[in-house]
């Protein structure tokens, strides 16, 4: 073990000499012996482990000014000699904090003694102090923000994440005379939460509140834990943790919406479904009403019927009216949407402007200029919901009450062998640094509540899908223009509604649908055939086995007990050549094993509520398929 050093700073040279003396008889190496501050600052560096200083020393700066200025350069321990200690003295030389005093003269016992003390004293506020910065490192390093406060209430410790997420700096909270100041302000349940905490009302508490930091006001979801400190039965005070969830709460929203909007779906789903059958009922026969009518117009007495063809032309109407309605639930369901190749333009913006038309009402005048002969590649329905979210936005960006001097427009116009669609508005604008980060899921520019971020996220990932791109143009103060770019698709091409061969007479038909109202509307428009109805797929099964044979069997996809799927699939156990002659009839409601089974056949499918010209036009495809000519 080396020898410890010292260093002597005392102006009378023979004192100093023997305390040296008496150093050395103790093992220590005495590094040499000073008279003034000057000298003794020049003998002082880090390996010093001891310094006697005389508290009245020659010089610029006496011995407690001296001791000051040697504690910045080094850890030693220091012990005052004074033949002096009087009040102020005393005093003065408390604030430098010595590990001991002798008083002159000194005895070479009671040097010993208070030395070695001294030394202990300074190794142990060595390690103390290296095991708080050590503590400190640590604290400053979570990445949860740790605040302390004392018995009284006043911030004793703040680590840079607690500064960050507060907007407080420790100089300016440890100024206060209680947390509470710093706590109402940012958050007031983390306030009360500390006072019952230090009241002792209250043992560890654990609660999630929103934090609003200082002069920036950024708003903050945390989740925090305050916990008394206490030593034998003493309460010291108390600790903050706060771990900032906003990300957290932020996705729990969002999959709390993405769950009430699965619901919705289902539940969009399920009344398309209930609507349709009976819809198709008022739909068709409404329809052959009016041909029965015009079949009468000409015995009836002039003008006689024109009332009740007034009538059926408003009930037709209306249920026209409701179809398209329950498509558009039915759209946004999209449980089993399969995707079309070529999607039109016009519709999919007829379907986002009447989706949308509410969100307008005294906002906005909308403006569509689009070409009806556009057409794109992609899937028409997931084109629409793009435009709905775009036109939403729009209108939302646009505060209520002043129509008359705000637009929105949408327009579609073919750029080369792409064609572009804008949707464009008179708001508020987008600010640049909130531009870059539209597409990105999660973010919003919509106060809190009122924004998933999640809508043009999902629009960029379905034209990104579509093999298009969509881009944002914006100023403050110069409303917002949304461009969205997809290949577009031959005019020429298969159209949607493209008309189909009408279907002859004389053919057997058996209808399968759960709904009989269903059956006697199918088999009034089939008046030329040969229709048998029945709402069981059992039944249809059992026909079949006895021999029964049909031009065309017309089968509801959702039933109760046996699915058109699992009457499809039974078929091939009778004649596997049956099942060629199904076309299936939708409400709208199918499951995703439905959805799959669609897919891999080619049979037609029907969508209720439906027309007698769809229905014919069905069957004539069937019947005139050259596999599939001429009665059985």
Same mark, same amino acid.
């Given at each position: 073990?080396?020898?410890?050093?010292?260093?002597?700073?005392?102006?009378?040279?023979?004192?100093?000499?023997?305390?040296?003396?008496?150093?050395?008889?103790?093992?220590?190496?005495?590094?040499?012996?000073?008279?003034?501050?000057? =000298?003794?600052?020049?003998?002082?560096?880090?390996?010093?482990?001891?310094?006697?200083?005389?508290?009245?020393?020659?010089?610029?700066?006496?011995?407690?000014?001296?001791?000051?200025?040697?504690?910045?350069? %080094?850890?030693?321990?220091?012990?005052?000699?004074?033949?002096?200690?009087?009040?102020?003295?005393?005093?003065?030389?408390?604030?430098?904090?010595?590990?001991?005093?002798?008083?002159?003269?000194?005895?070479?016992?009671?040097?010993?003694?208070?030395?070695?003390?001294?030394?202990?004293?300074?190794?142990? =506020?060595?390690?103390?102090?290296?095991?708080?910065?050590?503590?400190?490192?640590?604290?400053?390093?979570?990445?949860?923000?740790? /605040?302390? &406060?004392?018995?009284?209430?006043?911030?004793?410790?703040?680590?840079?994440?607690?500064?960050?997420?507060?907007?407080?700096?420790?100089?300016?909270?440890?100024?206060?005379?209680?947390?509470?100041?710093?706590?109402?302000?940012?958050?007031? =349940?983390?306030?009360?939460?500390?006072?019952?905490?230090?009241?002792?009302?209250?043992?560890?508490?654990?609660? =999630?509140?929103?934090?609003?930091?200082?002069?920036?006001?950024?708003?903050?979801?945390?989740?925090?834990?305050?916990?008394?400190?206490?030593?034998?039965?003493?309460?010291?005070?108390?600790?903050?943790?706060?771990?900032?969830?906003?990300?957290?709460?932020?996705?729990?929203?969002?999959?709390?919406?993405?769950?009430?909007?699965?619901?919705?779906?289902?539940?969009?789903?399920?009344? +398309?479904?209930?609507?349709?059958?009976?819809?198709?009922?008022?739909?068709?026969?409404?329809?052959?009403?009016?041909?029965?009518?015009?079949?009468?117009?000409?015995?009836?007495?002039?003008?006689?019927?024109?009332?009740?063809?007034?009538?059926?032309?408003?009930?037709?109407? +209306?249920?026209?009216?409701?179809?398209?309605?329950?498509?558009?639930?039915?759209?946004?369901?999209?449980?089993?949407?399969?995707?079309?190749?070529?999607?039109?333009?016009?519709?999919? &913006?007829?379907?986002?402007?009447?989706?949308?038309?509410?969100?307008?009402?005294?906002?906005?005048?909308?403006?569509?200029?689009?070409?009806?002969?556009?057409?794109?590649?992609?899937?028409?329905?997931?084109?629409?919901?793009?435009?709905?979210?775009?036109? &939403?936005?729009?209108?939302?960006?646009?505060?209520?009450?002043?129509?008359?001097?705000?637009?929105?427009?949408?327009? +579609?116009?073919?750029?080369?062998?792409?064609?572009?669609?804008?949707?464009?508005?008179?708001?508020?604008?987008?600010?640049?640094?909130?531009?870059?980060?539209?597409?990105?899921?999660?973010?919003?520019?919509?106060?809190?509540?009122?924004?998933?971020?999640?809508? /043009?996220?999902? %629009?960029?990932?379905?034209?990104?899908?579509?093999?298009?791109?969509?881009?944002?143009?914006?100023?403050?103060?110069?409303?917002?223009?949304?461009?969205?770019?997809?290949?577009?698709?031959? +005019?020429?091409?298969?159209?949607?509604?493209?008309?189909?061969?009408?279907?002859?007479?004389?053919?057997?038909?058996?209808?399968?649908?759960?709904?009989?109202?269903?059956? @006697?509307?199918?088999?009034?428009?089939? @008046?030329?055939?040969?229709?048998?109805?029945?709402?069981?797929?059992?039944?249809?099964?059992?026909?079949? @086995?006895?021999?029964?044979?049909?031009?065309?069997?017309?089968?509801?996809?959702?039933?109760?007990?046996?699915?058109?799927?699992?009457?499809?699939?039974?078929?091939?156990?009778?004649?596997?050549?049956?099942?060629?002659? &199904?076309?299936?009839?939708?409400?709208?409601?199918?499951?995703?094993?439905?959805?799959?089974?669609?897919?891999?056949?080619?049979?037609?499918?029907?969508?209720?509520?439906?027309?007698?010209?769809?229905?014919?036009?069905?069957?004539?495809?069937?019947?005139?398929?050259?596999?599939?000519?001429?009665?059985?």
């Amino acid at each position: 073990m080396s020898a410890r050093v010292a260093v002597i700073v005392e102006d009378e040279q023979i004192v100093a000499m023997d305390l040296a003396a008496a150093l050395e008889d103790s093992g220590f190496t005495v590094r040499g012996l000073a008279s003034s501050a000057d =000298e003794a600052l020049e003998l002082i560096d880090p390996t010093v482990d001891l310094v006697l200083l005389d508290v009245r020393i020659r010089g610029r700066l006496d011995g407690i000014e001296t001791a000051t200025a040697i504690r910045a350069r %080094c850890g030693a321990a220091i012990v005052f000699l004074t033949a002096h200690a009087d009040d102020e003295t005393l005093r003065r030389a408390r604030e430098v904090g010595p590990e001991g005093y002798l008083v002159k003269p000194v005895k070479p016992l009671e040097l010993r003694s208070t030395v070695e003390m001294a030394l202990h004293k300074a190794e142990s =506020e060595r390690r103390l102090r290296k095991r708080e910065h050590w503590f400190a490192t640590t604290l400053h390093s979570l990445g949860d923000a740790v /605040l302390a &406060v004392d018995g009284a209430g006043r911030v004793s410790f703040m680590n840079a994440r607690a500064e960050a997420l507060t907007g407080w700096s420790l100089g300016d909270a440890s100024a206060l005379s209680h947390a509470a100041t710093l706590l109402d302000e940012v958050s007031p =349940e983390l306030a009360q939460a500390l006072a019952r905490v230090l009241s002792q009302t209250e043992g560890v508490m654990a609660l =999630e509140s929103q934090l609003q930091a200082r002069q920036s006001g950024t708003r903050h979801f945390v989740s925090t834990t305050v916990t008394p400190v206490e030593s034998e039965g003493v309460l010291l005070g108390a600790v903050m943790v706060l771990r900032d969830v906003t990300e957290a709460h932020r996705v729990r929203q969002q999959l709390e919406v993405a769950d009430r909007l699965a619901s919705l779906g289902t539940m969009a789903a399920g009344v +398309a479904h209930e609507i349709n059958n009976p819809l198709s009922v008022v739909v068709s026969n409404a329809a052959l009403l009016q041909e029965d009518l015009e079949a009468l117009g000409h015995a009836a007495p002039g003008g006689a019927l024109a009332p009740m063809r007034e009538m059926l032309a408003d009930l037709s109407s +209306a249920a026209q009216r409701i179809a398209r309605i329950v498509s558009d639930l039915r759209a946004f369901s999209r449980p089993v949407a399969l995707p079309s190749r070529v999607a039109q333009v016009a519709r999919a &913006v007829d379907w986002a402007l009447r989706t949308t038309a509410h969100e307008f009402r005294n906002r906005a005048w909308v403006e569509a200029e689009v070409d009806p002969a556009l057409m794109v590649q992609g899937d028409e329905l997931r084109l629409g919901q793009v435009l709905i979210n775009l036109l &939403v936005n729009a209108a939302q960006a646009i505060e209520p009450g002043d129509v008359d001097r705000h637009r929105v427009r949408i327009a +579609a116009a073919r750029q080369g062998d792409a064609v572009e669609l804008v949707v464009s508005d008179t708001g508020p604008g987008i600010a640049p640094e909130q531009l870059a980060h539209l597409f990105e899921p999660f973010f919003t520019t919509k106060p809190v509540g009122l924004g998933t971020g999640l809508g /043009l996220s999902i %629009c960029h990932g379905i034209v990104q899908a579509m093999g298009g791109t969509i881009v944002a143009e914006s100023a403050p103060g110069r409303g917002a223009t949304f461009r969205v770019r997809l290949p577009s698709a031959a +005019a020429s091409g298969p159209s949607l509604e493209a008309p189909s061969a009408a279907a002859s007479t004389g053919l057997s038909v058996l209808v399968i649908d759960d709904e009989p109202a269903v059956g @006697r509307a199918i088999s009034r428009i089939l @008046r030329g055939h040969a229709v048998t109805a029945t709402q069981s797929a059992f039944d249809a099964l059992e026909r079949l @086995r006895h021999g029964q044979r049909f031009d065309v069997i017309l089968s509801d996809l959702a039933m109760p007990l046996m699915t058109g799927h699992d009457f499809y699939e039974a078929l091939a156990d009778i004649d596997v050549g049956l099942q060629s002659r &199904v076309i299936f009839v939708s409400g709208g409601a199918i499951s995703s094993r439905l959805a799959s089974f669609l897919a891999s056949v080619t049979n037609r499918r029907i969508e209720k509520p439906f027309t007698a010209s769809t229905l014919t036009a069905a069957i004539g495809e069937l019947t005139c398929a050259p596999s599939l000519a001429g009665p059985s």
